[in-house]
């Protein structure tokens, strides 16, 4: 397959929790070159999640943004695991993937911009191993104005046309785009403006190879051992 990307969307989430140090652990040792992840900033700490309330993946009740850090922490994210922090996932992925981080909650991007910058400067990881991405448009847009070295993905939805155009206009790498939204006129589309275009969510053989066929440059699963 080339260069085509499985992402292993909120890591291996079709095995285990869910954007869990489990689930990134699990995706890694299926050997998965990318994960894709969510992340809230609260009380200095980016952690890991993916809904703003807490009812459907964890023990909790409430907004993320409404809880505080030590709340959130000792919650139960499924068998056991902790929501987890982004510095820890760098830290248990090192040089062995990339990372997408979704800018999920609010004033995430300056946050992620110190983190990602922290961890090169250290020499723990490298640019090319980050792709931000939002729906925010905002947050998108300050993230590329403070750190524009680092990858962008926007993710989108409505008209394919504006679309494109809006990606192209931040300088984006990518558009990350919802499976129904796919076909070759949209592919073409991005890639005559130079834009990659990833797909989500793709959890069965077939769609995958539909994908594939049709020219994308990756797609989002929760089964990172799709094509194998
Ligand atoms: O970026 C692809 C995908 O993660 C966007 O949707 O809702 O799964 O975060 P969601
Ligand atoms: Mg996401």
Redesign the pocket.
Known sequence: MGDFIL?A??GASGYEPENTLAAFERALAMGARWI?L?VYAVEGELIVI?DDRLERTTNGAGFVMDGSLAYLRNLDAGKGQKTPFLREVFDLVGHCAGI?I?L?GPKTASPVAALIATAITTGRMTAEQFIV?S?NRKELLHFKDIYPEIRI?A?VSGVPRRCVMFAEKTGAYAV?AGKSMVNRRFIAAAHCRGLKL?V??VNKGEDLKRMEDMGVDGV?TDYPDLWF
């Open positions: 992402f969307h909120r894709e969510d993916h997408n979704e999920k991405s729906f993905g993710i990350h990833f989500y969510t989002f």
